[in-house]
């Protein structure tokens, strides 16, 4: 026998006697405090490197030896060691806080901080408390649980938009959105052609935790980016002594629209035509009955499953993810699918004084867009006519034809089926973000951790929209469209600061310096080609090449006596490249304070008061986000449109034109003062915190007319304004039912938020409207809210009916003019509230998600904009109306009546977001839980429209909210999924 099979089988020898004296140890470990179970708890045989890590559900096994100890441990919590006492036995833990360590937990700028010496308003939202069920987006993880917080999507869409607002709007037209930090990487917040979300690009189930910083005491770290707040996402990472670990994570739902406009069927449409209309209009009526709604909607499957394997690979600590999502929307022809990979590895080097992460996450989405004017165009077609017809004219698709051309009438809607399937408008969305952080403690100053962050987000796009040449169109001699993109977008990161800390008797030091440097670029590279019948093609090619750096220098100093008073001051320098080199330069400063009271000698020995800390802070943050690059320069822009180009022949060439420059523009300051209070009572079985805050933004960025021939077009973006933001917030967590069987917790929070333009120099009418030309319902005003309603006050008979052209002539002149319009509601709501519960009995789970809204109000577009007989009659061809057509009867559409009140509605709304039932099996070898969940469940309110949480983009891509404009309805959803863990 061979000297290495020897081997083989003395080794296979020894080590089967190990194990047989080995017995497998399980259990489950749980907060004392609340009775929930623990992920990633470390579980280690005492004197060994052997140990593993609890999984989803807090359950665990290991092999361990009778006698042998292990030792329980976990970030915020005391060690725990128990003695195995017998074969194959059970050990339930419960792990009690740790104050001391509890400390370190908490993710600030640039490095952690002792929970107990944070100053400012920070939120941690953590895999416990993330929303439940479908989750496409990190921001659906988030939406109701911190007071204050607001997350809107754009619509319905698999994977849609968001639009994330902490404590309000602080600007006009520049980005209101936070900064969101990946493992300490700032992401590239810009839009870009083909993808649907910036953050769709993170797996939900890569995250571990959020942070939000919502004061400026502590944003102002972060500069000019976090004027918005701050969210913080970390995610999961392996650990130190842990043994492999793999979880599967896997659901698949269906999606249905849960509600439709109201509209009127054939029958009642016929009814309605044959009693108003005259001989011509009743003849064009067809014979189908078809709900166009319907037609353009569809039940949309979703699977998603996520592979996650962590432990470690010669002593290097790991996490290896990959995730698939495929997703149709509920509006037929979209869809959404989505890779992701993501690499995380924590060594430590030279005795632990080199820590090291490398996080690597990569991430491929496939989108079909569909064509959402269909949604438009299903609700004012024709229900009488059918979706298609015995011709070959537009495909079969019917359609309502010009008398004169034959072609489609330029008036008239376009099928709505036919403009889902005759466009495919398509893009591939690659996304890697990256970044290797080292942290090194200097072997002489072991006070001192130098650290260098470098880190990469690229996005890249490459996109086709096809319009098919059966398509219905006005143009006789229309042949299709193709337009061929590609956008790249790189964001670079380079950060290097110094930490000291010095703990001296009762005194508590820490100061931090460092720099940053992040340089972005945008590149646009865009073909379109329109085919015409006997005639040239028009090629119109676009590039556009954009790049700016942000230098900064920052510094933070933390001063701490006896872990009762804490200090807490910031400075950060930021110089961007979008501004005028003399005004280039923002220094943006903060200061805190904090009082902990729970240390003081009459509190510190109280059973019944855990937490009791008092704040106060103010700070200045810059904001010059969403702002072109290089504003104050003479720059020129190729043209897009044809009339003005050049022809050469058989070729066009574009020109070039020169945009407005300002060279006075100057950075949009705002600046926080903010005071709260931290507590926790009986355990912490009532804890929470309670903020009020004020913030004033000064020099708001806005467009502004200019005098003819003084620039290079009418209007510059200029500082043109103030605003003021002031609230209350308030979050209450408490545990009613806390037994072996039974834990029962809720988590409350409610904001209050007034938003008020407090100096304006030029009026800004906003929020366009469909119907007419150039109508806006909302308007910029000192005094009022940001996207006020400026409308005509509406007249009503004594039976509560419009009176057709009548309104308050609010000046007394006699005449209904622009004058008379008023400033009246706000699509903001005074109040929002977030409810969730979680009740565990034995091995169910139960969580309820719910939100409310009140005092917002939102205009109806859908039905202003057709509820008139003039609408249903216009140009020779029928089209459909909503039924409150029966609440005004009016018979034309004007420009008063599209802006009139009548159609602004109270928006205030009670949702229950999701319900979700969960199974934990008993575990032997495998942790699994199954789980069912409904999502949008239920909507309560007055509003008659589909959904009164409405926001759109105008046309230059900024979120208006309040104006209800064919938006894609939000689906409900039910989903079954299953947790694998072993």
């Avoid at 064009?284 to 962590?310: H, M």
């Amino acid at each position: 026998m061979k000297v290495s099979n020897v081997c083989t089988l003395f080794l296979f020898l020894f080590v089967s006697v190990g194990l047989y004296a080995q017995q497998i140890v399980k259990g489950t470990v749980k907060d004392a405090a609340t009775g929930d179970p623990l992920p990633g708890v470390s579980i280690v045989v005492k004197g060994t490197t052997h140990g593993t890590a609890t999984d989803f559900d807090g359950m665990y096994e290991l092999k361990a030896e009778k006698g042998q100890t292990l030792v329980f441990s976990y970030i915020g919590f005391k060690n725990q060691e128990v003695l195995v006492k017998s074969e194959n036995q059970t050990i339930n833990v419960n792990l009690q806080e740790d104050t001391q360590q509890l400390e370190d937990v908490v993710v600030i700028g640039y490095g952690v901080a002792k929970k107990k010496d944070v100053t400012g308003s920070v939120n941690l939202v953590t895999t416990k408390d993330f929303n439940k069920g479908q989750n496409l987006s990190a921001g659906d993880l988030l939406q109701g649980k911190v007071a204050g917080v607001q997350i809107t999507s754009g619509g319905g869409a698999p994977g849609d938009g968001q639009n994330i607002r902490v404590r309000g709007t602080g600007s006009l037209t520049l980005n209101s959105n936070p900064l969101v930090v990946v493992d300490g990487v700032p992401m590239n917040d810009g839009a870009i052609g083909g993808a649907r979300n910036i953050l769709n690009d993170i797996n939900p189930d890569d995250i571990e935790s959020m942070t939000v910083l919502k004061d400026a005491s502590s944003t102002a770290i972060y500069g000019s980016r976090a004027a918005n707040g701050v969210i913080m996402i970390t995610t999961k990472k392996g650990r130190a002594n842990q043994e492999t670990q793999v979880s599967v994570n896997s659901s698949i739902s269906i999606s249905e629209v849960s509600d439709y406009v109201n509209l009127l069927s054939a029958d009642e449409f016929r009814a309605l035509v044959n009693k108003t209309g005259n001989a011509t209009q009743k003849a064009i009526l067809g014979n189908a009955s078809t709900n166009w709604q319907k037609e353009i909607y569809q039940v949309a499957p979703t699977t998603n499953t996520t592979v996650g394997i962590s432990g470690n690979l010669a002593s290097i600590p790991y996490r290896l993810s990959l995730g698939h999502t495929y997703a149709d929307g509920v509006l037929k022809t979209d869809k959404f699918q989505r890779g992701t990979a993501k690499l995380s590895l924590t060594p430590r080097f030279f005795d632990n004084s080199l820590k090291t992460e490398l996080n690597v996450s990569g991430s491929f989405v496939k989108n079909r867009f569909a064509e959402r004017g269909a949604i438009g165009s299903a609700i004012e077609f024709d229900p009488t006519q059918p979706v298609r017809i015995n011709s070959t004219k537009y495909d079969g698709y019917f359609s309502w034809l010009d008398a004169s051309s034959g072609s489609q009438s330029n008036t008239a809607p376009v099928n709505p089926m036919a403009l889902l399937n005759l466009r495919n408008n398509t893009a591939d969305v690659k996304r890697l973000i990256s970044n290797l952080k080292l942290d090194y403690t200097l072997p002489f100053f072991k006070d001192i951790t130098a650290t260098i962050n470098a880190g990469v987000d690229i996005t890249k796009s490459d996109g086709k929209d096809i319009t098919d040449p059966k398509m219905p169109n006005s143009s006789t001699d229309f042949n299709g469209v193709t337009t061929i993109y590609g956008n790249k977008a790189v964001n670079m990161l380079f950060d290097a600061y110094a930490n000291y800390m010095k703990d001296l008797d009762k005194h508590s030091i820490s100061f931090m310096a460092g720099h940053s440097y992040q340089k972005f670029e945008f590149t646009n590279d865009s073909n379109q080609t329109q085919y015409f019948k006997g005639k040239n093609d028009l090629i119109i090619p676009v590039i556009d090449k954009s790049r700016n750096v942000l230098i900064s220098f920052f510094g933070r100093a933390n001063y701490s006596f006896d872990n009762r008073y804490m200090l807490t001051a910031t400075l950060r320098a930021d110089a961007s490249s979008k501004l005028n080199p003399d005004d280039r330069w923002g220094y943006f400063p903060s200061v805190a304070l904090a009082w902990n009271a729970k240390n003081e000698s009459f509190l510190k020995e109280s059973e019944n008061v855990n937490e009791l800390k008092l704040r106060l802070g103010y700070g200045e943050v810059g904001n010059v986000n969403g702002l072109g690059d290089y504003l104050f320069l003479t720059r020129y822009v190729g043209s897009v449109n044809q009339g003005a180009y050049y022809q050469f022949g058989n070729q066009f060439v574009p020109t070039a034109r020169p945009e407005s420059l300002n060279k006075n523009l100057r950075w949009e300051v705002g600046n926080t003062l903010n005071a709260g209070i931290d507590y926790g009572f009986w355990q912490n079985r009532v804890s929470g915190s309670i903020d009020v805050y004020r913030k004033l933004t000064k020099d708001l960025i806005a467009e502004s007319n200019v005098a003819p021939f003084t620039n290079y077009g009418s209007r510059i973006s200029s500082n043109i304004g103030d605003m003021e933001n002031k609230g209350i917030e308030f979050l209450l967590n408490v545990v009613p039912v806390r037994t072996d069987d039974i834990n029962w917790t809720l988590s409350y929070n409610i904001a209050y938020n007034d938003n008020k333009i407090t100096r304006l120099t030029n009026l800004q009418n906003v929020g366009g409207i469909s119907g007419g030309t150039g109508n806006t319902v909302q308007r910029h005003q000192e005094g009022y809210a940001p996207y006020t309603f400026f409308l005509y006050q509406q007249v009503y008979d004594n039976k509560g009916f419009p009176i057709e052209g009548a309104y308050v002539d609010r000046n007394n002149d006699g005449k209904i003019t622009e004058d008379d319009r008023y400033m009246g509601k706000s699509p903001y709501a005074d109040v929002t509230m977030g409810l969730t519960t979680n009740l565990n009995y034995k091995n169910w789970d139960l969580n309820i998600a719910t939100r409310a809204s009140l005092g917002n109000y939102v205009y109806d577009n859908v039905s202003s904009s057709r509820a008139a007989l003039s609408r249903v009659y216009s140009d020779n061809i029928l089209r459909n109306t909503t039924t409150s057509y029966y609440d005004t009867l009016l018979s034309a559409t004007t420009t008063e009546t599209l802006l009139s009140d009548m159609y602004l509605h109270d928006g205030s709304f009670f949702k229950i977001d999701n319900v979700t039932l969960g199974y934990n099996f008993p575990k032997d070898k495998y942790g699994i839980r199954v789980y069912g969940t409904v999502q949008n469940v239920l909507t309560l309110s007055n509003y008659k429209g589909l959904d009164p949480e409405v926001v759109t983009l105008d046309g230059f891509g900024r979120p208006t909210f309040g104006v209800d404009n064919n938006v894609y309805p939000r689906p409900r959803t039910y989903l079954l999924g299953i947790n694998v863990n072993f």
